[in-house]
């Protein structure tokens, strides 16, 4: 199991239009093999920026989905309110 | 509830060391009032990189730790290992 994690920042004033635009795309990521727990939060100090954590069986998996067809659709619809290219990476526990 | 993610980059070369710290000083943090579900993780792209994850039930529980004598053996313990000061923000679920 790898955990994601992805620091996103978001436009000003885009929050709520993206927090929308997550449910609605959240089970493209949610519904693919391999991925378990999802949760996307956001800042209280700073409210554009986010943090999506992701479970996935392997970093494998998760490149998969990022080559599929549903990364393209997530992409499309939470991607415009992006401010900058999120930052992702990988975490085992410790 | 908030969650509490604090990214922290330790000296390479130290990654074993601060995990056997973080083991030793995880119970000051686990054990205040108000902290939740606490975990660790490692970077898999980059080891040196950790982030931690701590549910709080508000923000001032958070800091009601910083302000004891707990933050000062917690920080004691892990804090030697430290490339730079450890990046911590607080999020809500979306």
Do not use: K
């Not at 635009?21 to 959240?26: F, G, I, P, S």
């Not at 990521?29 to 949760?39: D, E, K, N, S």
């Amino acid at each position: 199991m790898v955990l994601e994690v992805a620091l996103i920042d978001v436009t000003d004033g885009s929050q709520a239009a993206f927090a929308a635009a997550y449910q609605q795309a959240r089970h493209l990521v949610a519904q693919t093999p391999g991925c378990g727990a999802m949760r996307m939060t956001q800042g209280v100090e700073t409210s554009t920026r986010f943090v999506l954590l992701v479970e996935w069986d392997s970093v494998q998996a998760h490149d998969a989905f990022r080559s599929s067809d549903r990364f393209g659709q997530w992409r499309a619809l939470i991607g415009p309110h992006f401010a900058g290219p999120p930052h992702v990476e990988h975490f085992t526990d410790v």
